[in-house]
Nanobody, 127 residues
Framework: QVQLVESGGGLVQPGGSLRLSCAAS????????IGWFRQAPGKEREGVLC????????YVSDSVKGRFTISRDNAKNTVYLQMNSLKPEDTAVYYC????????????????????WGQGTQVTVSL
């Protein structure tokens, strides 16, 4: 069974940090580009950033540049989203997603390219 499972969400104060994990089961991530998306209440889902097969990062949302980083550990079949300097506007359900990618191509922030999705993890930034 192909599955992506996010973890690490929770409640954090503004200025704090969280690290989300996206663990794959039923397939190996080394052939996949991985993206993180988020959906805030009442808003459409938006792309945040993604990582290519060769670990090149593409920022989809300018609002997270300098604060969020993405990394992958193919040996652990896991991708991480490190979120620093969190703001209340970062509050959302965060989803990871994957698609089989060409090795040398950068990843895309277009959600329609992704065909494997996790169930999401809630991140709440509040006092």
């Amino acid at each position: 069974q192909v599955q992506l499972v996010e973890s690490g969400g929770g409640l954090v104060q503004p200025g704090g940090s969280l690290r989300l994990s996206c663990a794959a089961s039923g397939f190996t991530l080394d052939r996949y580009a991985i993206g993180w998306f988020r959906q805030a209440p009442g808003k459409e889902r938006e792309g945040v950033l993604c990582i290519s097969r060769q670990s090149r990062t593409t920022y989809v949302s300018d609002s997270v540049k300098g604060r969020f980083t993405i990394s992958r550990d193919n040996a652990k079949n896991t991708v991480y989203l490190q979120m620093n300097s969190l703001k209340p506007e970062d509050t959302a359900v965060y989803y990871c997603a994957a698609y089989v990618a060409i090795p040398w191509q950068p990843c895309t922030g277009v959600s329609g390219a992704y065909d494997n999705w996790g169930q999401g993890t809630q991140v709440t930034v509040s006092l």
